[in-house]
T-cell receptor, first 111, second 117 residues
Framework: DAKTTQPNSMESNEEEPVHLPCNHS???????IHWYRQLPSQGPEYVIH???SNVNNRMASLAIAEDRKSSTLILHRATLRDAAVYYC????????????FGGGTRLMVKP | GAGVSQSPSNKVTEKGKDVELRCDPI?????LYWYRQSLGQGLEFLIY????????KSGLPSDRFSAERTGGSVSTLTIQRTQQEDSAVYLC???????????????FGAGSRLTVL
């Protein structure tokens, strides 16, 4: 499956926007860009996903580059509860997915 | 059910014993995944089931690990002759597969924490 690259960690101040980058230069046409996050001592949870157009939901926004080789997860106002590991994944809409997670980005939010 | 259910939530066992971990996916989800997460580490893929297809077992770390999925629903991960390095949180996820906006979105269970003494 296609590989993603994310920074190991990022820091943000509370109430400020956070932009979490992900590079996926080998993305294929059937790959959706998914973001998940894992809060401390919990299983991962879905955040957002998209194919080509930017996406917004109640948790975050996803900005996808025009060539789809990179994307950015945007948390508009970081809270302490957003401190987590954020994973970017490529998931094809065809069957037969052996989905592997990269190392993710550990987001630390300072009060 | 409304979410992915895993049991037991915690299991403490002695080295050499066999353990079974259960995952009950969301009803109608044809894809089911098992992952392992050791303390402070990332998610390690173990096995993937999709409908009636043969499972992808490429992530299983040794032949002590096996998994089955009966009737396309509940899955059991079995670890035989447990070792201390098997101690980890075992996470299960399920999803719909195919086209459509909601397809392939993974829903995870809370995990089963295994401690091998």
């Amino acid at each position: 499956d296609a590989k993603t690259t994310q920074p190991n960690s990022m820091e943000s101040n509370e109430e400020e926007p956070v932009h979490l980058p992900c590079n996926h230069s080998t993305i294929s046409g059937t790959d959706y860009i998914h973001w998940y996050r894992q809060l401390p001592s919990q299983g991962p949870e879905y955040v957002i996903h998209g194919l080509t157009s930017n996406v917004n939901n109640r948790m975050a926004s996803l900005a996808i580059a025009e060539d789809r080789k990179s994307s950015t997860l945007i948390l508009h106002r970081a809270t302490l509860r957003d401190a987590a590991v954020y994973y970017c994944m490529l998931i094809s809409n065809t069957a037969g997915n052996m989905l592997t997670f990269g190392g993710g980005t550990r987001l630390m939010v300072k009060p | 059910g409304a979410g992915v259910s895993q049991s037991p939530s915690n299991k403490v066992t002695e080295k050499g014993k066999d353990v079974e971990l259960r995952c009950d996916p969301i009803s109608g989800h044809t894809a089911l995944y098992w992952y392992r997460q050791s303390l402070g580490q990332g998610l390690e893929f173990l096995i993937y089931f999709q409908g009636n297809s043969a499972p992808d077992k490429s992530g299983l770390p040794s032949d002590r690990f096996s998994a089955e999925r009966t009737g396309g629903s509940v899955s059991t991960l079995t670890i035989q002759r447990t070792q201390q390095e098997d101690s980890a949180v075992y996470l299960c996820a399920s999803s719909l597969v195919g086209g459509g906006a909601g397809a392939n979105v993974l829903t995870f269970g809370a995990g089963s924490r295994l401690t091998v003494l």
